[in-house]
Structures are given as structure tokens and as C-alpha cells.
T-cell receptor, first 108, second 116 residues
Framework: GQQVMQIPQYQHVQEGEDFTTYCNSS?????IQWYKQRPGGHPVFLIQ?????EVKKQKRLTFQFGEAKKNSSLHITATQTTDVGTYFC????????FGSGTKLNVKP | GAGVSQSPRYKVAKRGQDVALRCDPI?????LFWYQQALGQGPEFLTY????????KSGLPSDRFFAERPEGSVSTLKIQRTQQEDSAVYLC??????????????FGQGTRLTVV
């Protein structure tokens, strides 16, 4: 069956450092969404990627969808303490499966 | 309403007790999903409704779990004879599209269930 690995599981950075999380699939994805969940909160939609090689930017966040549509990444430039939380990719929309998530901690 | 509303926010149940968790999705949203999120883990899919039809219940962990959405809006997740392993946050999400395709999902705040 379809398997998606999300790495790393945890990332601790100093404020101002960059951060990247990756979702890698064994099969081609039709599209992928990214969500952020703050500690004690609920997942909140960030972006959806549909096209092969697509790149989208939201301020300090850059999202990419691989050419083969098997992997995706979220990159945060110059992290801030407000970026703390767990970042999930979601795939297979009939069931809205979550990736395992990357927990980001930012030290001030 | 303005968003997805879940009630209660917190529920403590004695082992063996039945519980019912409610989800009010955003008005007009076709798709509704239930997830179970254990502490420190990602949300695990439980079941999916398209309007009132339960199209996928493959994630329900046992026959003690039952979900319904009789009129295609409000949904209830019922857990019978609760066990300690049922302790988790139960998240509900709704989306405008069918199967969540090409539309974002809006999540409720969740119900934290603790079975003692």
C-alpha cells in the first residue's frame, strides 16, 4: 500500500536558523497538503500542492512538490518562536491520511 | 457557525462507560472526517462521511466505535464500553469538497477523552 515517511521526527533550532521537513512517498501522489498544529491546538491548513515541481511561498515558508510527485518539502527561513509546533503533510485525500509529523522547537 | 465545533471539550469516563462525542461541521461542508490522536502522535483516520453516507469506516479500531451523521450535518462518534486505550483526543474535520479533494480541511478543537 501507499506509504509516506515524514522526516525528521523532531527538530530543535535556535531562533533565526532555517528548518526543513520532508514527506517522501513510495507512490505518486495526486496532491499534498501541509498543516501546522500548535501545542494543545488543532491542525490548521497551510497550503495545497497539486502540480509536478510546484513551488509556493508564504512569507518565510516555502513549499515544494517534487517533479515525480512523490515527495514534498516545507522550508522555513529564519525561524521564530511562533513557528513552534508540529508540521504534518496530508495525502490520499479519500481518507486524509496524516504523515507522522515533524515537531519543531525553537529556542529564543 | 464560524468553524467546526466539537463538544464536549473534555470528557472523563469510567472504564466500561459509553460516551458520545459531537461534531458540528461548517455549514454546507459535504465531507466530514473523524480522527483519533494519541498523546505525541499524529492524527489517525477513523471514518469519513460524504453528506449522510458513511463511505469509509476502515479506521474504526473495534466494533465498540460507531459514528453517524443522519442528516448530513452534525455527526456523533459513540464509543461503547470504553477502555483505557481509548484515551486520546478525538478530532473532527470538515471540508467543502468530496473526499477532501482539492479543498482544505477545517478541524475542530477536539474532545480530550480520558478513561479511568
Amino acid at each position: 500500500g501507499q506509504q509516506v515517511m515524514q522526516i525528521p521526527q523532531y527538530q530543535h533550532v535556535q531562533e533565526g536558523e532555517d528548518f526543513t521537513t520532508y514527506c517522501n512517498s513510495s507512490t505518486t501522489l495526486s496532491n499534498i497538503q501541509w498543516y501546522k498544529q500548535r501545542p494543545g491546538g488543532h491542525p490548521v491548513f497551510l497550503i495545497q500542492l497539486v502540480k509536478s515541481g510546484e513551488v509556493k511561498k508564504q512569507k518565510r515558508l516555502t513549499f515544494q512538490f517534487g517533479e515525480a510527485k512523490k515527495n514534498s518539502s516545507l522550508h522555513i527561513t529564519a525561524t521564530q518562536t511562533t513557528d513552534v509546533g508540529t508540521y504534518f503533510c496530508i495525502y490520499n485525500f479519500n481518507k486524509f491520511y496524516f504523515g507522522s509529523g515533524t515537531k519543531l522547537n525553537v529556542k529564543p | 457557525g464560524a468553524g467546526v465545533s466539537q463538544s464536549p471539550r473534555y470528557k472523563v469516563a469510567k472504564r466500561g462507560q459509553d460516551v458520545a462525542l459531537r461534531c458540528d461541521p461548517i455549514s454546507g461542508h459535504v465531507s466530514l472526517f473523524w480522527y483519533q490522536q494519541a498523546l505525541g502522535q499524529g492524527p489517525e483516520f477513523l471514518t469519513y462521511f460524504q453528506n449522510e453516507a458513511q463511505l469509509d469506516k476502515s479506521g474504526l479500531p473495534s466494533d465498540r466505535f460507531f459514528a453517524e451523521r443522519p442528516e448530513g450535518s452534525v455527526s456523533t462518534l459513540k464509543i461503547q464500553r470504553t477502555q483505557q486505550e481509548d484515551s486520546a483526543v478525538y478530532l473532527c474535520a470538515s471540508s467543502l469538497g468530496v473526499g477532501g479533494m482539492n479543498t482544505e480541511a477545517f478541524f475542530g478543537q477536539g474532545t480530550r477523552l480520558t478513561v479511568v
